[in-house]
């Protein structure tokens, strides 16, 4: 799910994806380079990114990710399924002994 997300905000590269996460959660999420690349391979394999190849900032030539339809919806889906999880767990830690 945080993959697609950062992937909605824009075409990015992986490198970029892992820096990303790491700086919105203000270093609380780091994705290993070792763990990315595999994750990003199954999620073009269900065709939820569509990679292209362009120059990166470094002028090295890097797989971008954009999102597409069904990526999109994923996300969704995704994301209300966390949502539902996250307010279940808030509930039982606010329920007093």
Not at 74 to 87: F, G, H
Request: glycine share 6%.
């Amino acid at each position: 799910m945080l993959i697609l997300k950062i992937v909605a905000l824009g075409p990015i590269h992986g490198y970029a994806i892992s820096q990303r996460i790491q700086q919105i959660s203000r270093d609380a999420l780091r994705v290993q380079q070792g763990s990315l690349y595999p994750a990003l391979h199954r999620l073009e394999n269900r065709r939820w990114p569509r990679a292209e190849w362009h120059a990166s900032e470094s002028g090295h030539d890097a797989k971008f990710y954009t999102l597409t339809k069904a990526g999109w919806k994923q996300l969704e889906t995704e994301t209300a399924q966390w949502e539902r999880l996250a307010e279940a767990i808030g509930l039982i830690l606010r329920t007093a002994e």
